[in-house]
């Protein structure tokens, strides 16, 4: 009888053990490293400089005393606000068919060296997915990999949370510049 | 005997089934889709244009080369970055007394129709709300429904991440809007 | 025999009340308000004026219509936007050595009080820290503390949330001010 006994404890105890390790492992925030989502995107950005304004994907809107909006300003662009409207392809043709746009804007924000600060959104519109991602932190350009924040989504995106990791995949003169972005997300619903 | 001590170790085994039930409707997120809280608020733009000084709410600061900070720019407003503060009401009436102010700044980002990128914050003063609540998102505001992201907030709002949902409720002309925001907190403390 | 079963029977149920419990502090949200990770820093902020380009750290780059970008607006800067790469340093000597830089932006956006919104990321590199910690939120300057919200984070604070808490440490004219920042993560890697 007792042997019968422990033996239901002890299918209780292992029942148990695998629900507490299960739960472990979905919640705990140390043993769960494993992205829930992976994407892999490339983005294009053609920056308005007076002549291009049909193919202009991108305009300078503000910057500092004695510069104008044509040109990215000295200092390393130090000040320029750069609104865009970028489309984003699964490769790194800007003539692919977009999966979506990337829209908002950059902020050059250094004096000495390449660096602006970013905010914007995945707007994904293809088969594949519907929605958006938000993005915002610091690109320090001249560093070959750049991490900023994934601060949330929508759509198949909702509630997202991750890491985004930015790195130039081609830049020419100051008038064009593609992105290669590998996004990370950890928390995925 | 045998009987009574298996009556024990079920009672045990429900009570743990029990636990580990709530506790995966607390934390597993596939499952917890109900908002902990959940806020319908309006709130109003009225938009400098170099006459209404004393109503409005919002300025141009900012715009691509050749355009001015009086009107909205051409190509559906592209360009422009708009700061506001703008009152919050419980109802959309314009001048029902404001719960709170929203803060922040939109960009219109797109040639090709209205659309624009908002980093923002609510800031509640009520007897019912004290706190912030931060959102960044795109808004295309021809749709007639769009999702933010809630990215964080503090004091009542603290830690919160949720999803607004945009509606536009009024739109007269290019000096007057007002938003319907029904944000859905799904973390809260 | 019975004593022996329901012995067994008993440890097993506090083992599991134990891990349970356990589980519940690590992740329900209501019982755990303690940062993981705590830090108090302090930002300088010395803004152009057309006669300190060797030491200013900031710039104003969109104003509204009549004003201009090298002196602040009237009416409270409403409408300024300055984009700025502080110093951050670990106590209040603007000539400590930095142990990283403030990059961002931020926002004059009330007419009728002091009142800013932040849009910035801290980019950490010290011994003790690598990794950005990235803000926005609203920031009333005229009270004592404020309270922002930390969106996300990069290296060392990999995916983190929280609350920082500004204070305004020292304002000289309107050329020079000095933040501390008093950040509590509450979600960490």
């Known amino acids: 009888m007792e042997s019968r006994t422990l033996y239901a404890a002890s299918i209780l105890f292992f029942f148990f053990l695998y629900l507490s390790g299960s739960s472990a492992m979905q919640h705990g925030k140390k043993t769960k490293r494993q992205p829930c989502k992976h994407l892999k995107l490339f983005f294009h950005d053609i920056i308005y400089n007076g002549e291009n304004a049909e193919n202009a994907t991108s305009s300078i809107v503000a910057a500092p005393e004695g510069a104008n909006r044509t040109i990215l300003a000295a200092q390393n662009h130090f000040g320029n606000v750069v609104v865009f409207d970028d489309p984003i392809t699964l490769d790194n043709n800007l003539h692919s068919i977009p999966v979506g746009r990337a829209q908002g804007m950059y902020i050059y924000d250094k004096k000495d060296t390449f660096c602006s600060w970013l905010g914007f959104t995945f707007v994904l519109n293809s088969t594949d ?56 997300l950890y928390e995925c619903w």
Chains 1, 2, 3 share one sequence.
């Open 129 to 184: 997915h519907q929605g958006t991602i938000n993005f915002i932190g610091a690109d320090p350009l001249l560093m070959k990999t750049r991490d900023i924040s994934v601060v949330g989504g929508t759509g198949d995106f909702a509630m997202a949370r991750g890491i985004a990791t930015l790195m130039t995949d081609a830049y020419e003169g100051e008038v064009y510049f593609r992105l290669r972005v590998d996004i990370k």
